[in-house]
């Protein structure tokens, strides 16, 4: 994986959901990606975003959220940083929607979405790129 900045950086709160969205809006704009991949990204940051604080932190935390995004050469990249407990997206099977369960299809979402997904831990950090 390639080193990153860091542009925006939150509590692993819910209610920082909207700042974090608001300002990927921006940095997409800036960095000239296009409106339909820029949405995905931010349904991407999203469905990671929950699963941090459900899955992670089970709840609301102090813990940090990173992420920075990247276009280059026609590929757009979401880097994503918690430092919840280890959890690798890459490992986790396809699932498919059910009429009894309500749930559990985000990460099928972000695989639909993607055309790669990586995933490494580095010391307390899970670290996961996506790219459209």
């Known amino acids: 994986m390639s080193a990153h900045s860091t542009d925006i950086s939150v509590h692993a709160r819910t209610a920082e959901l909207p700042t974090l969205l608001e300002t990927m809006a921006a940095r ?6 296009a409106a339909d991949d820029a949405v995905r990204l931010q349904l991407i940051a999203e469905e ?22 990247q276009h280059c050469d026609a590929v757009s990249t979401l880097h994503y940083e918690d430092d919840a407990p280890p959890f690798d ?40 790129e996506v790219d459209l």
């Open 48 to 69: 990671l975003f929950a699963n941090t604080i459900a899955h992670g932190h089970r709840g609301d935390s102090d813990g940090i959220v990173t992420l920075s995004l």
């Open 28 to 33: 997409a704009v800036e960095l000239g990606i």
């Open 89 to 128: 997206i890459s490992k986790i099977g396809q699932k498919f929607a059910s009429t009894t369960e309500i749930g559990g299809l985000g990460i099928s979402l972000i695989r639909g979405m993607s055309k790669a997904l990586r995933y490494e831990r580095q010391g307390r950090l899970n670290i996961t």
